[in-house]
Structures are given as structure tokens and as C-alpha cells.
């Protein structure tokens, strides 16, 4: 199992930008992938790139506004989140899975313990 670390959530204003690190170790980690968890709702797939070749894909609710992106040598993985919005305030996951299309929960057999991003209108 990969071991997966997030930081960088935190409280911003509408408009503004984050950027969430994931420093990963151990495992097979074809795909690193973010989701994010409002309170109340479902655990909702937000991003993913591959660690060969760094292909990456959007949810369309952040297509945009969002990068995904890696640096190997560190071993780690960021979300640059600009423009952000109210409704983006979650609990972000980072997750990791040998599957190179995974982009549910259940896919994903590592995750992080989670990050909280706030954001206020």
C-alpha cells in the first residue's frame, strides 16, 4: 500500500488560490488522483495524472481552475487550485491506484488522511 501525506489546505477568500501537496512513498502508483468531501455529501472525483508520461484528467466542475501535476524526484504530487469558489470548501483526498482510468473512490486502494480547503464568499 502506498503511503500518501496531504498538505496545504487552509482558509481563503472566493477568488483565490491553494495549492495542495501529496508526497507519496511506497507501493506501485501507476495513477494519483484528488477527490474531495463536503460534509453531508459524497466523496467526488476532482483530478488524476499518471506518474509515466504525467496524462492528467478534470472533473468538469474545476476544469480550468485546477493543474494536477508531479514532481517525481520529490516523489510528490500537487493540486494548484486557482479561481476558487465556495462550493469547492471540502475535505481533499489525495489517492493513489495501479488503475491508469480509475476515477471512483473504489478504485483506489490508497489514500491520504485529507485536507481541509475553505473558501469564503
Known amino acids: 500500500q502506498v503511503q500518501l501525506v496531504e498538505s496545504g489546505g487552509g482558509l481563503v477568500q472566493a477568488g483565490g488560490s491553494l495549492r495542495l501537496s501529496c508526497a507519496a512513498s511506497g507501493g506501485i502508483r501507476n495513477v494519483m488522483a484528488w477527490f474531495r468531501q463536503a460534509p453531508g455529501k459524497e466523496r467526488d472525483f476532482v483530478a488524476r495524472i499518471r506518474w509515466s508520461g504525467g496524462s492528467t484528467y478534470y472533473s468538469d466542475s474545476v476544469k480550468g481552475r485546477v493543474t494536477i501535476s508531479r514532481d517525481n524526484a520529490k516523489n510528490t504530487v500537487y493540486l494548484q487550485m486557482n479561481s476558487l469558489k465556495p462550493e469547492d470548501t471540502a475535505v481533499y483526498y489525495c489517492?493513489?491506484?495501479?488503475?491508469?482510468?480509475?476515477?471512483?473512490?473504489?478504485?483506489?486502494?490508497?489514500w491520504g488522511q485529507g485536507t481541509q480547503v475553505t473558501v469564503s464568499s
Open positions: 489517492a493513489a491506484t495501479t488503475a491508469i482510468y480509475a476515477t471512483r473512490p473504489v478504485d483506489f486502494g490508497s
